[in-house]
Structures are given as C-alpha cells and as structure tokens.
C-alpha cells in the first residue's frame, strides 16, 4: 500500500513559480509510475505530468509542456513538480498518483493510489 502526501501549494501571481511534493511511503516505488493531476473548480482531474521511477522517464500535458518540470529524489521517495510561468488557468487542486501499470496512464483510472491534494491558487 503506497500513501502519498502532497505539500507545496500555495497562492502566487501571475508569472511565479511553486514547486509542489509528493512524499511517498509503503513499498519501494521502483516499479512504479509517479502522477501529478489537477483538478479546478467545476472541471474533470485533468492529467499534468508523470515520471516512470525506474528510469527518470517523464511525460507532460500539453498545456504544461516547457513551463513545469517533474523529477524524482530516490533517497527521499518524493517527487517534485516545479511550475514556472503560472498562469491564473492553473488555479486548481493539485494531486499526486502512484501506479504499477506497464505503461505510463494519462486518466485518472489508470492510477491506484492517490494523496489528498494540495491548493495552487495564482492570481492575475
């Protein structure tokens, strides 16, 4: 059983940045592929990001392509998400997800274990 908890989140301007954690306990995550989601009001949880950890592989939506950046720190089982040049449409609650699927998912189903989330809130 993998628990996850997020932290980072916060209120920034327009602009900034945050690095968002995800800290991880249970069973060595070798196997595992990392996730971040994000979910605004009103909206579907949205894929953002996700890092296979065996290799350092990482895959990013569209809409955050140059702009965040996700990596992993083995010693410390946590996975970061840093976010450069926020914009007020990344307002939402940010997620972190774990999964041993072969392949790395871009839908929420395809992930098994979830943190509780954290707020990213960025101002115009």
């Known amino acids: 059983q993998v628990q996850l908890v997020e932290s980072g989140g916060g209120l920034v301007q327009a602009g900034g940045s945050l690095r968002l954690s995800c800290a991880a306990s249970?069973?060595?995550?070798?196997?595992?592929?990392m996730g971040w989601f994000r979910q605004a009001p009103g909206k579907e949880r949205e894929f953002v990001a996700a890092?296979?950890?065996?290799?350092?592989?990482?895959v990013y939506a569209d809409s955050v392509n140059g702009r965040f950046t996700m990596s992993r720190d083995n010693a410390k089982n946590t996975v970061y998400l840093q976010m450069n040049s926020l914009k007020p449409d990344d307002t939402a609650v940010f997620y972190c997800?774990?999964?041993?699927?072969?392949?790395?998912?871009?839908?929420?189903?395809?992930?098994?274990?979830w943190g509780q989330g954290t707020q990213v809130t960025v101002s115009s």
């Open positions: 890092i296979r950890w065996s290799t350092g592989n990482t």
């Open positions: 997800a774990a999964t041993r699927a072969a392949l790395i998912p871009r839908n929420r189903q395809g992930y098994d274990y």
């Open positions: 249970g069973p060595t995550l070798w196997g595992y592929i």
